[in-house]
């Protein structure tokens, strides 16, 4: 069954999660209802251990709701879906492979790519070397990731999660061990990679001002189990920059996020 265009990339509709059981049963989420469309970038912030990195795992079907449903392009979801790309607070490269093999990793793993690879690994090197250019890495292929600042390995596993072009882009604080200034940087490289390619993304962030920056739908989750208490829009112009960040209307929206995040800690 083809999905309708309207029909959200992803739905969550009144899901409920909890680990273990009996009584040592915890609920982590509950009563999650959220769509999110195709090319929208959205981000979560909330509490730590309110359920971001679980609802995460929700939506690329790494784990099962214990209620409720989880649906992409209108199917329900029933195992890991296909597609996505995902980047975190540890860059997680592997140390005995150069970047550009790194990068490369997801083609030689994920079909159609895999079958394909041996015979077009010219072409595929080149997609890197696009890549890497485009994050500010050109010539930096032959490096291995422990000659690369702590940023420029992030800025690498970025592009190790878009190399095979997937449809969603799972972020779970990819610039949380970042300083503040390599982290700003940052957030214009990954503006510049969304506004070119235009996947949809998640993103999990402790951080407003990034999620404002970033984002055009920010959901704000409650204390244990998480539960989404704020919507809030942003329709700040694009591309945004760094003086976007200092201007009223952004000051303004971060400001009404942290005052719904204060409730969750009073
Ligand atoms: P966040 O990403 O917002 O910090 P998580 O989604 O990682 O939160 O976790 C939500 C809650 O569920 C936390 O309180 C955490 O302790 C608990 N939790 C996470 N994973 C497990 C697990 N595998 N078993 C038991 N509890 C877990």
């Known amino acids: 069954m083809q999905a309708s265009s309207d029909t959200p990339l992803v739905e969550l509709r009144n899901v409920s999660l909890s680990y273990g059981s009996g009584r040592e049963r915890i609920p982590a989420l509950e009563d999650v209802t959220l769509s999110i469309g195709k090319g929208e970038f959205v981000a979560v912030v909330g509490p730590s251990g309110c359920g971001k990195s679980t609802l995460m795992k929700l939506v690329t079907g790494l784990m099962p709701p214990t209620a409720g449903e989880v649906r992409v392009h209108g199917q329900t979801v029933k195992g890991p879906i296909r597609g996505v790309g995902m980047a ?17 990793l997801p083609l030689e793993v994920v079909e159609p790519h895999k079958r394909r690879f041996r015979k077009n690994k010219a072409e595929y090197v080149e997609r ?3 890549l890497l250019a485009s994050v500010g890495l050109g010539g930096f292929g032959d490096k291995f990731p422990w000659q690369l ?7 690498s596993s970025l592009c190790r ?15 949380g061990a970042l300083d503040a200034f390599t982290r700003e940087e940052l957030w214009g490289v990954m503006q ?48 945004r920059r760094l003086e976007t960040t200092f201007e009223p209307r952004f000051v303004e929206i971060v400001h009404e996020l942290r005052e719904r995040i204060h409730l969750e800690h009073a």
Request: proline share 8%; aromatic share 8%; hydrophobic share 45%.
């Open 149 to 155: 600042s702590g940023g420029m390995q992030q800025r």
């Open 88 to 104: 975190f607070q540890a860059p997680t490269l592997m140390p005995w492979r150069t970047t550009r093999d790194n990068i490369l």
């Open 161 to 175: 999660a878009l190399v095979h072009e997937p449809e969603i882009l799972m972020l779970d604080e990819p610039f």
């Open 192 to 239: 510049a990679l969304w506004l070119e390619r235009r996947f949809t993304a998640v993103l999990v962030t402790h951080d407003l001002r990034e999620a404002v920056y970033l984002a055009d739908t920010v959901y704000v989750m409650s204390r244990r189990p998480g539960r989404i208490v704020k919507l809030r829009n942003v329709d700040l112009p694009r591309p």
């Open 128 to 130: 890197v070397e696009k």
